[in-house]
């Protein structure tokens, strides 16, 4: 289940730490350098993959989105308002015999109501997206802080260095699961 | 036992020598060089079609739509034909797209980008022609905005052409939202790649600053989900609401039951066959045969198979409920439509939307890249016709005699038709320029053996 | 995509479902006492009884014939996820053949259902001076005729197809499965014409001046939910006896998926039938709508969108209820609850104006019918083995989304 305080977290932008880059050629070696790094306990470890990787994400614990629940709740508002809308105009605020009709037809309003809760839906997960994702971020948009090879065929491992990932402990850490390149980024 | 030996293994889709690395070059390759005189040559057909409906606009603007053929008993023609025809085209794209990927059906990989850029462009040629439909779409400012109770009545929400009005706005929005997500994250492998810098800076705009992270993934995950979720029914409603039109009425051969799922088939049945007039010069053109295989090809080619039966099967329910029900209006419009005035645009039809394409029952026929491609433009062709003879005949004649006329097309009706091809084709054409025609990450995460050799150590 | 190396790689043959005799015996004394209850439905109210024996006869009939559809599908679309489940569908169309002598007995009772059965005096077309069709199309002979074919046919395709899957359990057959996704694609273009011809004539002429393109289109959707809300009842049951291995899970998982796509599919279909007949608004049309909204009727009538749209639609939504088995089988049972009363909502008001309740003859049939369903379907699971191990897909089909 979702907690208050994941939510919180997915809108905030994540803090500017410096992090410590373990670079890896296949998908296999960074899973598994994944699943130990989680087993030495660091905390806050992410990946940069140029495609995603299944079951990635549970091993490295990312909270899980809380988009279907604001795509729900926008999808079922969205259909509300149009039936309310539909009845008001139709029925209320200038009620008129269409063919015989009755004032309030709810088949007729069934497509309506259907298309606004997929409109209002649609577009709050697109929204939604770019909140939780960090997604236009002004620095963002403008910098980013790792080269062509992370969005081709490379892969990397983050894990941030603060009081307790010591950056020395990490460094070894990641020569020892067999890192293709150490470096340390500092954003 | 000793069955262990026939458990099949799967042949990948994609041979194994394609490596992430190539994937990459490969797609991105046409954004990044100058354009072929290939590409040019089809550019300036497409533009010169746009521009025969370009001229054909302007005069009837000038000139109002009495230069169309239309007549009396004959208010929807061309128009309304070009209309279901385009937005039918459309759905394709969503189809493979959304409804594909919650069927986890990997081969869609390679043809979901084009065929959802495809999608959003159909759409766009489909919104033209209510708005030509409508003589001087200006003169509706007046009582649609601010909003559309300017003269005190509100518009009529019972009625199916409203209902299109939101259905096709609701297709095209969340289509583009869904098609700019699957791209965010090729955009910024584009942007990662760039020589120049203002190159570089426009695309880091359009990647909204995407860096890769498994954070980034899981919630870009979650909403692809969503929205192929949200597609799906949406992409059925869509040709539903636009066989709705027709269906709620009660003109012979317009009213019958069938019309929203036979709509949605036809209409999946039609866009599967552009997306293979589209696809198959593109993968020459940009050498994508690697990731574009026919294999590929042969599944698409299947998908029309099924679909071309449906219709078929359609089109059968509707000749014998006609003849069961024993009502003589519609009994006269079916029977009309195979010997009236029209009997050759149906016959077109079927020969084109359940004859021709029984020809893929053969898997060398599947298999074969001229076939494929006629029996595509045939496909296209008659799901034409089949529009124009709903829309037509039953117009035509209805239920006085004294009311029948028959239409003829003039240029005009043409020249819109001609440009609606050129518009679509032209958006197309830039679309292949600028952004990368197959999803990266997709194409990656279904390749046997992701890595690249170049970086592998020893 | 996993990185560890848990793929299953070899096939364990659980053999066939140990079902001990008692459940089977225990499926035939209920048959039997529903056919007594039938019978006593019988002696007070004919149409009544012969009403409930079309609609519990429907009812399996069509649970009968999803499972070969299913069957079929899987073939010819070449699945690769489902081949582990294969047994359950094949056992499901084992019913067919008895289907044949039940339907043939239905001709008993065809003339008190069927108005039009003894001759056409009494009706008019709608004009009266159009060719009739409907005195050649629903003639006595030509109707008996033509609904006996269809099933006989698919008695056959049914058979062959399923005995070539149990003989590759014990050789090494692979064209087996080429020669099955060819009779697949037969059966399932000959199910399209014959099984919306069946449906016509036998739900649709219960009203022969009514009529509506859709129907065809509106049972077959009904047919095929309520066969996967089957399937996975027996999945579920046979995967907690060890019939089935424990890795099916992902495949029930699916079959969910399935469940919340048809309910939504289904909905639609019927929506779509409702919605043109009530604008166009056509007197020929709505009256078969009218029927079955007034006289209490609109009761059942709300039923059907409740069982078979908005319970799977609301509670199969979020991605984790797929896989929970008990929230599944509640959700399944509901989608088949709907089902009957799809059927009895549209063979009753034909005959009964006002709304009339399941009777002891409703009660009797529906013992009898889903008695003899379960007895021939676990009859075949007792006797081959539960995996179609010769499959070349198998394995595939072991690791399908664990």
Known sequence: MLKLSDIIKQIKPPENVPLMVGVFLTPEELYHAAEKAMDKGYKGVDAITPFPIHGLDEVLKIPSSWLPYATLIAGVSGSAFMLWFQWWTSSVNYPLNVGGKPLFSWPAFAPIVFEGGELLGGVTTFIVLLITAYLCRPRALIKNPLEAKFTDDTFALLIPISKENNQQDVETFLKGVGADEIRLLTV | MSTTNVYQTEAPLIQETVTMNKVTETILAPTERLPSNGWWAMFLTANGLLLIGVLSVAIQMWRGVGVWGLNHPIGWAFDITNFVFWIGIGHAGTLISAILFLLRQKWRTSINRSAEAMTIFAVMTALVFPLLHTGRPWLAAFWLLPYPSERLLWVNFRSPLLWDVFAVTTYFTISLCFWFTGLIPDIAAMRDRAKGKIRKKILGFLSLGWSGTMTQWMHFEKAYLLFAGLATPLVLSVHTIVSFDFATSIMPGWHTTIFPPYFVAGAIFGGFAMVMVLLVPMRKLFGLEEVITIKHLEYMNKIMLATGMMVTYAYASEFFMAWYSENQYERFIFSNRLTGHYWWSVWLMILCNAVIPQLFWFKKFRTSIPVMYFVAIAINVGMWFERFNIIVTSLSQDFLPANWDFYSPTKYDFGITIGSFGLFFTLFLLFVRVLPTLSLAEVKSILVKPAGEKHRKG | ?402
């Open chain 3, 1 to 402: 995509m996993s990185f560890h190396n848990d793929k299953i790689t070899q096939v364990i043959d659980p053999g066939p479902w140990k079902i001990p005799s008692k459940v089977t015996n225990l499926f035939i004394a209920i048959a039997l006492f529903g056919a007594i209850l039938w019978v006593i439905g019988l002696l007070t109210n004919p149409l009544r009884a012969w009403s409930a024996y079309l609609i519990n006869f429907l009812f399996v009939y069509f649970l009968a014939l999803s499972g070969i559809l299913f069957t079929a599908i899987q073939y010819m679309t070449n699945a690769k996820w489902s081949p582990v489940l294969r047994r359950i569908p094949e056992g499901m169309s084992s019913f067919l053949p008895i289907a044949f002598l039940f339907l043939a007995i239905f001709w008993l009772g065809i003339p008190k259902l069927y108005d039009w059965f003894d001759g056409w005096e009494n009706f008019h077309g709608l004009t009266s001076d159009i060719k009739r069709s409907k005195v050649t199309w629903l003639s006595q002979p030509f109707f008996s005729v033509r609904l006996l074919f269809f099933l006989a046919i698919w008695i056959l395709l049914a058979k062959w197809i399923v005995a070539n899957s149990i003989k590759q359990d014990n050789a090494a057959l692979p064209h087996l499965t080429k020669f099955n996704t060819k009779l697949s694609i037969v059966f399932t273009i000959f199910f399209a014409i014959s099984f919306s011809i069946t449906s016509y004539d036998l739900l649709m002429s219960l009203e022969p001046n009514w009529f509506s393109t859709m129907f065809g289109v509106y049972v077959f959707s009904g047919l095929f939910q309520s066969g996967i809300a089957a399937i996975t009842i027996i999945a579920i049951f046979a995967r907690r006896q060890d019939a089935l291995p424990l890795t099916i899970k992902g495949h029930i998982r699916d079959l969910g998926g399935f469940l919340f796509a048809l309910s939504a599919f289904m909905s639609y279909i019927g929506f779509c039938q409702f919605m043109l007949i009530w604008y166009a608004n056509l007197p020929e049309e709505t009256f078969y709508y009218i029927k079955r909204t007034q006289e209490g009727w609109w009761f059942i009538t709300l039923l059907l969108p409740l069982l078979k749209f908005v319970i799977p639609f609301v509670l199969l939504m979020p991605s984790q209820a797929k896989k929970n088995e008990k929230l599944l089988l509640f959700v399944s049972v509901c989608i088949i609850l709907g089902e009957w009363i799809d059927i009895y909502w549209m063979v009753l008001p034909t005959h009964f104006s006002k709304i009339t309740l399941p009777g002891i003859a409703d009660i009797g049939g529906l013992l009898f019918f889903v008695g003899l369903f379960c007895y021939t379907a676990f009859s075949f699971y007792k006797k081959h083995s539960m995996v179609p191990t010769g499959d070349p897909k198998i394995l595939t089909s072991l690791n399908w989304g664990a």
